[in-house]
Nanobody, 124 residues
Framework: QVQLVESGGGLVQAGGSLRLSCAAS????????LGWFRQAPGKEREFVAA????????LYPDSVKGRFTISRDNAKNTVYLQMSSLKPEDTAVYYC?????????????????WGQGTQVTVSS
């Protein structure tokens, strides 16, 4: 199986930046893409970004395009989410997830392995 561990969450002021990391281990050959989702209290899980494991193709929703950048370091089996110009509405638990088959998924049920999540809080 694939194991995913997120890190890098925390408290930041509006306008600030934060970088999240997702370390993958286990059967990483099963990964087609790694994605980030977020979930705020009382809201549905929202797609944030994804990158293919080998090809480097990326996908973003309009809500974060231009502010968030996803990248991967295959040597470290790690995917990063660089978040800039953060807003209070970006506050959520951020989850890393593995998508086993193409194309890159935007829906949470396209992903079959999930990390435990990391809290990001943006203060106004």
């Amino acid at each position: 199986q694939v194991q995913l561990v997120e890190s890098g969450g925390g408290l930041v002021q509006a306008g600030g930046s934060l970088r999240l990391s997702c370390a993958a281990s286990g059967r990483t050959f099963r990964i087609y893409a790694l994605g980030w989702f977020r979930q705020a209290p009382g809201k549905e899980r929202e797609f944030v970004a994804a990158v293919t494991w080998s090809g480097g193709s990326t996908l973003y929703p309009d809500s974060v395009k231009g502010r968030f950048t996803i990248s991967r370091d295959n040597a470290k089996n790690t995917v990063y989410l660089q978040m800039s110009s953060l807003k209070p509405e970006d506050t959520a638990v951020y989850y890393c997830a593995a998508d086993p088959v193409p194309p890159i998924g935007r829906r949470w049920h396209d992903y079959d392995r999930w990390g435990q999540g990391t809290q990001v809080t943006v203060s106004s």
